[in-house]
T-cell receptor, first 116, second 116 residues
Framework: QKEVEQDPGPLSVPEGAIVSLNCTYS??????FMWYRQYSRKGPELLMY????GNKEDGRFTAQVDKSSKYISLFIRDSQPSDSATYLC????????????????FGQGTILTVHP | GAVVSQHPSRVICKSGTSVKIECRSL??????MFWYRQFPKKSLMLMAT?????????EQGVEKDKFLINHASLTLSTLTVTSAHPEDSSFYIC????????????FGSGTRLTVV
């Protein structure tokens, strides 16, 4: 079993739709959860990060973490064609000092296409 | 925000030659650099982690003599692919983390290596 599982899609939605992206994980040591967006032939860019369980909202993006279920989600409201990209979830454990430990474990990415 | 500059963005080399990829943190000190490899439509595979002034820690299955990593300063890390072969063709991405616990792990824009 992979440490992080992410449905690769592809996912195709009409403009304006609400998009739900999800990852599950097996390592209970993960404390920091991130979502990255990657355009073709580019490096990933950070969209959202959350610590432990809870919700975080930033504009059209909402990240949710449910540690009891080992499940994280990213919601995109009012999706736009410019949101078309690969979305990667990533996680890391924490050290005693409470800062993110270091090594990120990625999901395999979900390819999203938003068509006009 | 934090910026990581990666060069070159694209390189084509002959089989048997070596290629150096540079990764620079432009506005912060990168105490830790990560090097990833990404195959088409696949997630990022961590190759190695390097801390400034120390030897890199390689992930299992990654040949340290083939993928030489140097992190001699807090703003520069290099990955040298030695005696490149066509199977080394891939997308290589660096990521940097600052001492202040930058949970974002800023990524470079990636290098597309093609070995002919």
């Amino acid at each position: 079993q992979k440490e992080v599982e992410q449905d690769p899609g592809p996912l195709s939605v009409p403009e304006g739709a609400i998009v739900s992206l999800n990852c599950t994980y097996s390592n209970s040591a993960f404390q920091y959860f991130m979502w990255y967006r990657q355009y073709s032939r580019k490096g990933p860019e950070l969209l959202m990060y959350t610590y432990s369980s809870g919700n975080k909202e930033d504009g059209r993006f909402t990240a949710q973490v449910d540690k009891s279920s080992k499940y994280i989600s990213l919601f995109i409201r009012d999706s736009q064609p410019s949101d078309s990209a690969t979305y990667l979830c990533a996680m890391s454990s924490t050290n005693a000092g409470g800062t993110s430990y270091g090594k990120l474990t990625f999901g395999q990415g979900t390819i999203l296409t938003v068509h006009p | 925000g934090a910026v990581v500059s990666q060069h070159p963005s694209r390189v084509i080399c002959k089989s048997g030659t070596s290629v150096k990829i540079e990764c620079r943190s432009l506005d912060f000190q990168a105490t830790t650099m990560f090097w990833y490899r990404q195959f088409p439509k696949k997630s990022l595979m961590l190759m190695a982690t390097s801390n400034e002034g120390s030897k890199a820690t390689y992930e299992q299955g990654v040949e340290k003599d083939k993928f030489l990593i140097n992190h001699a300063s807090l703003t520069l890390s290099t990955l040298t692919v030695t005696s490149a072969h066509p199977e080394d063709s891939s997308f290589y991405i660096c990521s940097a983390r600052g001492a202040g616990g930058n949970y974002g792990y800023t990524f470079g824009s990636g290098t597309r290596l093609t070995v002919v």
